[in-house]
């Protein structure tokens, strides 16, 4: 193995330990939600804000990131980044509303700067095979969303762990990911590829492209639907009649399709020049799987989450590839990679806490159900001009 080999491999290595960390703090709270809103006495849309919180971080956050990438540097940024979502996990340990909140906003400001900056990397790095880069890192999000998922109830159910120990538990993953990081560090070099020379003018361009509007929706959307899920589908089916354990056992099913998924889709993605199939299909299988919920048989239950598995993880792996495939620099890559995931993760917010509000006005799920419904029709339809093979000028 040449040492080149040897150096992409260990950054690779670096980036899937960073990608673990981008998905668990969040998704490890879903199984968790009525333990937490019992012991704090929350309603349906503060238990939600819990989801949406991180979302509005990575909203305001996300355009922050190129300009301090500029500023320090790819890897040093990243290191900060890990930094500081440790520490809101930290914050996160303290069982009160306010801490609650607190460390997830800090958590979610962390995970935004490595959300937007990893796309960027994969494009500077591994430029050649940036389906199997990416695919890498989905399958670190995705196995890390999972394994948190499965975990979350045993935690607290089998070895007693308290819910706030239970979330917190995972700051050890991070903890891996920040010391598995600090060799890049030390080697770190400003990358001139990456950085905003002329702010105002590329983000003009950008705002001013339908093409860039359209990834940030289907970003956005794909984004909505699965952290709607991941907040309340443990809640909704536990009052369809399974038991806490099902639910949570559909939870990481929901994940563990998406771990296939992410992984083998960039690597179709990356053969295909047109990606409008691919987008319409993603919503499709979005729309019959939500569809399926409605259902309380568990045969089309369990259906339903394999579904939203596939969908979920096809429409994400489009998102992430589009950062690089409708760009032709790095720089390009991540100012369209900020505004999307500041843009569509801001739209991403308001499914949580809605869901949940229209869950508490109606005493039933299916106005929820009907609202990720619609967006299905809606990503439908932006895919169509994401997919496009065009690249922003």
Not at 104 to 123: A, E, F, Q, R
Not at 173 to 186: D, F, G, Q, R
Not at 275 to 299: A, E, P, V, Y
Request: net charge positive; hydrophobic share 50%.
């Amino acid at each position: 193995m040449t040492n080149n080999k040897k150096k992409n491999y260990i950054l690779l290595l670096g980036i899937v330990l960073i990608a673990a960390n981008l998905r668990s703090p969040i998704t490890s709270v879903g199984p968790l939600i009525g333990i937490i809103s019992k012991d704090l006495n929350l309603s349906g849309g503060q238990s939600g804000l819990i989801t949406t919180i991180p979302l509005l971080a990575f909203a305001f956050t996300s355009p922050l990131a190129p300009k301090l990438s500029r500023r320090f540097g790819l890897e040093k940024t990243l290191f900060y980044g890990l930094i500081v979502l440790i520490t809101g996990m930290l914050i996160r340990y303290i069982p009160t509303i306010s801490t609650l909140f607190l460390g997830t906003l800090v958590l979610g400001c962390g995970i935004s700067v490595c959300n937007v900056l990893l796309p960027s990397l994969v494009k500077s790095e591994f430029s050649n095979h940036s389906g199997f880069a990416t695919g890498m890192y989905s399958i670190g999000m995705t196995f890390s969303g999972a394994l948190t998922t499965a975990a979350s109830i045993p935690l607290v159910d089998n070895i007693g762990l308290s819910w706030n120990q239970a979330l917190s538990v995972w700051a050890i993953l991070a903890i891996v990911a920040l010391i598995s990081w600090l060799p890049h560090v030390k080697n770190a070099i400003k990358e001139e590829a990456v950085s905003i020379t002329d702010t105002k003018k590329s983000d003009t361009s950008l705002f001013n492209s339908y093409l860039a509007w359209s990834v940030t929706l289907f970003m956005g959307i794909q984004a909505l639907i699965y952290y709607v899920l991941v907040t309340w589908l443990p809640q909704m089916l536990v009052e369809q009649g399974l038991s806490a354990s099902q639910a949570g056992n559909m939870a990481s099913l929901q994940q563990m399709v998406l771990l296939p998924i992410t992984f083998i889709s960039p690597l179709i993605i990356e053969k295909t020049k047109d990606q409008r199939l691919l987008t319409g299909l993603s919503s499709l299988i979005f729309f019959f799987g939500i569809l399926c919920l409605f259902s309380t048989n568990i045969l089309v239950i369990t259906l339903s989450i394999i579904l939203i598995g596939i969908g979920g993880g096809l429409a994400f792996s489009l998102s992430m590839m589009f950062f690089n495939f409708r760009t032709s620099t790095p720089r390009k890559a991540a100012e369209l990679s900020g505004m999307a995931q500041s843009l569509g993760y801001l739209l991403a917010a308001i499914g949580p806490f809605l869901f949940g509000v229209l869950h508490d006005q109606t005493h039933s799920w299916t106005a929820s159900l009907v609202f990720l419904l619609s967006f299905t029709i809606v990503l439908f339809i932006v895919g169509l001009k994401a997919g496009s093979n065009e690249v922003i000028d």
